[in-house]
């Protein structure tokens, strides 16, 4: 994976994300999102956290146009999140959905991972070079010609993880990315995703693992943000953890 | 979950008519259909042979008759409408093993049956040989207008998808003590085909948003590669083949 060096100097470009007052109520009149504002700087890791059905999953859904905002806006890098933008803001936002199920489709996993490159103009050699860097930064490069269907749960998820770095993408977004993970390749991940050194937004459900890779949490309840700051802070403090159904692994320690 | 399934109805191969461009094979299989519906009803012998130049193909490309023969069964509804047609259409009638037929329709269940058999078989042969990606390759090469190909793209995804789904359904049923066997189970079954619906309906909707989010705009991104004249002639053999028998039933 080509290198995005993070500047440090954040002030002087618009942010990597930004979203402002953003409800949404889906079809069915089930109302998930209440007012959500955040903003992500370039090279900013954020972990989302929250309970389940907390609306963690429709935000993030609203960052590459999935959903339509029913109020408030979203912006990618300054570009807002409209029709007529959606297929650069897909091209700078990867997204790696909750279930990998949703995200494999293909009949061998090298032409799911081509899939998003091809449809971003990468053909040849440059393509073929694509799929097999993505394909060994989560290690299934061998697994390359297979069906994904016939891929167990945590291979299909790193194989849905190298269907998006195969893109490129400028923020990676990745919607409970350890889940199904044996501890290994869950230590593997966060090594991959440290080394990309890409703007990052990880919904997860591990808070040590949140503490580990993203020095920045959000928490999300109920459709709003209740909490934003140092994940460390947040993490440390019981009584907000308690108020929104998260706990710390048994044995778990902020010391 | 869902194993296998993603293979319904294409069986892979590496033989000479599984090789054979898509857009190539797609363009044989609309003529040979083309011949076999323009065949005058009365011609049986035409119909044979349209079958023996089918099974010629299925040789080449190892395809077994019973796995065709499974496939087929989706033509059922029009068999029983071919069969219903001898006794409730008028005119002339004709005795056979003791029951009055009517000859019109008898002869029309025949032209049903036969052109209806002929016209799935191949289908099945070109969906058989070629890979659901590379089919939509080929009729892009065709220049298919791109909102018939991303309606072909939908229904062959879902179709997996629907055939996944309910293969998980089952196991999720099984484990909780189901046993579809009993009759009076039936019930669960029934309603687990209604949810099926709604839930693959689901499915397919968050499959095509994440294909969207990487980029998808309706059209394969593979262009695949043109064909030579030889291939083209190579490939259009049978379709030759069928238009031969054609007119030679026609003005012979
Ligand atoms: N397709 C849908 N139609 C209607 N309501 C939905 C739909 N998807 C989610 N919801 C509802 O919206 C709310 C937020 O759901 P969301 O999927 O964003 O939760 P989440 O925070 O991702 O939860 P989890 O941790 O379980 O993944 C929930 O109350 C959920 O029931
Ligand atoms: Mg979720």
């Not at chain 1, 972990?47 to 935000?59: M, R």
């Not at chain 1, 806006?73 to 297929?87: D, I």
């Not at chain 1, 390749?185 to 703007?199: D, F, I, K």
Request: hydrophobic residues 50%; glycine residues 10%; aromatic residues 6%.
């Amino acid at each position: 994976m080509p290198e995005t060096a993070a500047d440090d100097t954040p002030t002087t470009r618009p942010p990597a994300l930004l979203v402002e007052g953003l409800a949404y109520a889906y079809p069915d009149g089930h109302q998930a999102l209440f007012g959500i504002d955040l903003r992500v700087e370039p090279g900013e890791r954020v972990a989302v956290l929250g309970p389940n059905g907390a609306g963690k999953t429709t935000l993030v859904l609203h960052l590459n146009g999935v959903h339509t905002p029913g109020a408030g806006r979203v912006a990618v890098a300054g570009l807002p999140v409209a029709k007529a933008n959606l297929r650069e803001v897909r091209r700078r936002v990867g997204i790696v959905f909750q279930d990998p199920d949703d995200q494999l489709f293909m009949p061998t996993v090298r032409e799911d991972v081509a899939f998003g490159p091809a449809n971003f103009g990468l053909r040849g050699a440059e393509l073929d070079a694509r799929v097999a860097a993505a394909l060994a930064a989560v290690g299934m490069a061998e697994h390359a010609d297979r069906s994904p269907m016939h891929l167990s749960g945590g291979q299909r998820r790193r194989v849905a993880l190298a269907t998006v770095l195969a893109c490129d993408p400028e923020v990676l977004v990745l919607d409970e990315p350890s889940a199904n993970l044996e501890p290994v390749a869950r230590r593997e991940l966060a090594e991959v995703l440290l080394g990309l050194g890409r703007t990052t937004l990880m919904v997860t459900h591990d808070l040590p693992y949140a503490l580990q890779l993203c020095p920045r949490s959000v928490l999300v309840d109920e459709g709003v943000v209740v909490a934003d700051g140092p994940t460390r802070e947040l993490l440390a403090d019981t009584a907000l953890l308690a108020a929104h159904r998260l706990e710390l692994p048994f044995g778990f320690r902020l010391d | 979950m869902g194993a296998g399934h993603a293979h319904l109805l294409h069986r892979p191969g590496d033989t000479a008519v599984h090789r054979l461009p898509a857009q190539v094979k797609v363009v044989a299989a609309l003529a040979v259909v083309l011949c076999v519906v323009s065949t005058p009803r009365g011609e049986f012998a035409a119909f044979g042979l349209y079958l023996l130049l089918l099974a010629c193909v299925w040789a080449l490309a190892r395809v077994p008759p019973g796995w065709l023969a499974k496939r087929a069964l989706i033509e059922a509804p029009f068999v029983v409408l071919a069969v219903v047609l001898p006794f409730t259409a008028g005119g002339p009638t004709v005795g056979l093993l003791g029951l009055r037929l009517s000859e019109t329709g008898l002869l029309a269940g025949w032209n049903i049956l036969a052109k209806g058999t002929l016209g799935v078989l191949v289908s099945l042969t070109l969906s058989a040989t070629t890979s659901p990606r590379d089919l939509l390759v080929g009729l892009q090469r065709l220049r298919v207008p791109a909102l018939v190909i991303t309606i072909a793209t939908l229904m062959l995804r879902y179709l997996e998808v629907i055939s996944a789904e309910a293969a998980r359904m089952r196991v999720a049923r099984i484990c909780r003590g189901h046993d579809p066997r009993f009759l009076w189970q039936a019930g669960a079954t029934a309603r687990a085909v209604g949810t099926l619906f709604i839930r693959s309906y689901e499915r397919g909707e968050r499959v095509h948003l994440a294909m969207v989010s990487r980029g998808w705009t309706g059209t394969m991104p593979d262009a695949g590669r043109a064909a030579a004249p030889r291939t083209w002639l190579a490939g259009l053999v049978p379709a030759v083949g069928a238009a031969l028998v054609l007119g030679t039933t026609l003005w012979g």
